[in-house]
């Protein structure tokens, strides 16, 4: 009887020691993060509940350690966001002062020439001719950073109202005839009729200046085309020219604030580096989008949409 009972005594605790033992390596295990992909053991008693415990507690553990790496990572992508959105704010700064400074030293330069020299008929003309040019695209500066810096920062009001597309153009490219003409170059429209539903003044703002742009970097007897279709729910338009072309390792850089591949042809031009930065700006808020199409050759090409009214 002795004997028996110490061999089952002997037996059932030697199970119960490598249970144990099995927990024990499952719960090291669970410690050196390898988590468990079953239960340790199976057993209808205490030790196999304790054995599922282990198992829901290595889930659960697995489960909010990887919801905090996510968390980690999605953190650390703001910090990056927010980093590079800081760098930019601070050349944006620096290019502004920049921007600003240069017109207003060669304004000062040319007042203090007059105070020196007020009886010289060619100063005269020359600081007259300067000033208003300096002047105009200072002001032209001002007007388009106070645009950006209402869009980027307030809710922007738009106003927006049913417009019919092909009209719109029409009424634009009429409107830039005059000047395409002075430069020897000349307009051509092909656009479907289609509504959508759109801030005007966005509208008109955005040809405007892709117009100007298409106008002002090309080349004499040359053409802007702008051509419009409707394909799937969004209005495609494409304002091509047959300019000076964009160099390709440019095209990344194109819609950044004070961005001129050549600094030179934008200022004879009255250039600001602003407009391209405004246009993507305004585009985006009418929930429209823009790029600048690989053109092969000669010019450039730009291709915005916008959704239609269903
Ligand atoms: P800018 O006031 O200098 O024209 P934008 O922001 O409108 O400024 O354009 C940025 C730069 O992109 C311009 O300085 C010019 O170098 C280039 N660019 C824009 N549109 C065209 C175009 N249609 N053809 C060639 N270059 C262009």
Request: charged share 25%.
């Amino acid at each position: 009887m002795l004997l028996l009972s110490f061999i089952t005594g002997y037996l059932y605790f030697n199970r119960a020691a490598s249970a144990i033992s099995r927990l024990k390596k499952a719960a090291e295990s669970i410690r050196r993060t390898e988590y468990i992909t079953s239960p340790p053991l199976t057993r209808r008693d205490e030790l196999g509940e304790l054995a599922e415990g282990i198992y829901f507690m290595s889930k659960e553990i697995e489960r909010s350690i990887a919801a905090k790496d996510e968390e980690q990572r999605k953190l650390q992508l703001a910090v990056t966001k927010l980093q590079a959105l800081e760098q930019q704010q601070k050349q944006y700064i620096g290019n502004i002062s920049h921007e600003f400074k240069t017109p207003l030293t060669s304004i000062k330069a040319y007042v203090d020439l007059l105070n020196m020299y007020d009886d010289d008929p060619k100063l005269l003309l020359e600081a007259k001719t300067n000033i208003a040019k300096e002047s105009d695209r200072l002001y032209e500066m001002v007007d388009k950073v106070l645009q950006l810096t209402a869009l980027e920062k307030y809710d922007f009001e738009s106003q927006a109202e049913l417009f019919e597309v092909a009209e719109g153009l029409r009424d634009i490219c009429g409107r830039m005839n005059g000047k395409a003409e002075r430069f020897g170059l000349t307009i051509t429209l092909e656009a479907e009729p289609v509504h959508i539903w759109i801030d005007k003044e966005s509208f008109m703002h955005i040809f405007i200046n892709l117009i100007d742009n298409a106008i002002k970097y090309n080349v004499p007897q040359g053409a802007v085309h702008l051509r419009s279709e409707v394909r799937k729910g969004r209005v495609w338009i494409t304002i091509s020219d047959t300019g000076i072309g964009i160099p390709a390792e440019a095209r990344d850089k194109i819609f950044e604030p004070f961005y001129t591949v050549n600094r030179d042809r934008s200022r004879a031009s009255g250039g600001t580096g602003l407009g391209l930065s405004l246009v993507r700006n305004l585009v985006e808020k009418q929930n429209g989008s823009i790029v600048l199409l690989e053109t092969e050759g000669e010019g450039s090409a730009f291709q915005l949409s916008f959704p239609v009214m269903a």
